[in-house]
Nanobody
Framework: HVQLVESGGGSVQPGGSLTLSCVAS????????MGWFRQEPGKEREGVAA??????????NDAKGRFTISRDNADNRKNVMYLHMNGLKPEDTAVYYC????????????????WGQGTQVTVS
């Protein structure tokens, strides 16, 4: 049973940094395509960053140069994906979700089967 639990959201001033975590259970993070998505009220969920099962990394144009995605499966005990966010802007304010799927198109939210509950990021 795949479960994803995000944490690390919060409020930060413009220019600040946050690191989001997504703890996965029921599978090994290295075996799945995993991504970070965000959604503002009334808008469609959009891809921010993703890491494929082969280690390929993808960023949205907005995230490039500011956000870094990584995953940690050290010693097969930690099973976590991270999103390190720097230079945050007010327009980064959204609910951030992590997602996983064996065969997803990395930044396409419609191709992911498993989702976390989301964590709010507010930049103001």
């Amino acid at each position: 049973h795949v479960q994803l639990v995000e944490s690390g959201g919060g409020s930060v001033q413009p220019g600040g940094s946050l690191t989001l975590s997504c703890v996965a259970s029921g599978y090994t993070v290295n075996d799945y395509c995993m991504g970070w998505f965000r959604q503002e009220p009334g808008k469609e969920r959009e891809g921010v960053a993703a890491v494929d099962s082969d280690g390929s990394i993808y960023y949205s144009n907005d995230a490039k140069g500011r956000f870094t995605i990584s995953r940690d499966n050290a010693d097969n005990r930690k099973n976590v994906m991270y999103l390190h966010m720097n230079g945050l802007k007010p327009e980064d304010t959204a609910v951030y979700y992590c997602a996983a799927d064996r065969t997803a198109i990395p930044l396409s939210q419609r191709t992911y089967q498993y989702w976390g509950q989301g964590t709010q990021v507010t930049v103001s």
